[in-house]
């Protein structure tokens, strides 16, 4: 791997990747105000990068719609068009079996 290629795939700001990700998710489920992640750093979470496209993947505990806390396991890839000034697109949201968008390779 170039010198470039390391600097595309680079996580130059996690905290803000994942904070889009939850964002993404909360925006994606029926009851957003119980969802409750695991904290960075955590061997639970994964994320990877390839230019603009980042990709996380982790689960949340949330109330479903008989007031039951589930465990829901989550895939998300956006693309970060302005990191500072928080500008980023969700292209594929994967929820348990559900899925949005289109996966894009990042190997």
């Known amino acids: 791997m170039n010198q470039k ?3 595309e795939r680079e996580l130059t700001d996690p905290d803000k ?8 998710i909360l925006d994606y ?4 105000r119980t969802a409750e992640f695991p904290d960075l750093p955590s061997s ?3 994320m990877q990068r390839k230019g603009k496209y980042v ?8 109330q479903n719609t008989y007031g039951v806390f589930v465990r829901s396991k989550y895939t998300v890839e956006f693309t970060v ?3 500072k000034a ?3 697109k969700p292209v594929y949201v994967k929820i348990d ?3 949005r968008g289109d996966w894009v390779d990042l190997d």
């Open 17 to 24: 990747y994942y904070t889009y990700a939850k964002e993404i």
């Open 86 to 88: 928080n500008i980023y």
């Open 44 to 46: 639970a979470i994964a």
């Open 97 to 99: 079996d559900e899925i």
């Open 29 to 32: 489920i029926k009851t957003p």
């Open 55 to 62: 990709g996380v993947k982790s689960y949340f505990d949330a």
């Open 5 to 7: 290629e390391i600097l």
């Open 81 to 83: 068009t302005d990191l």
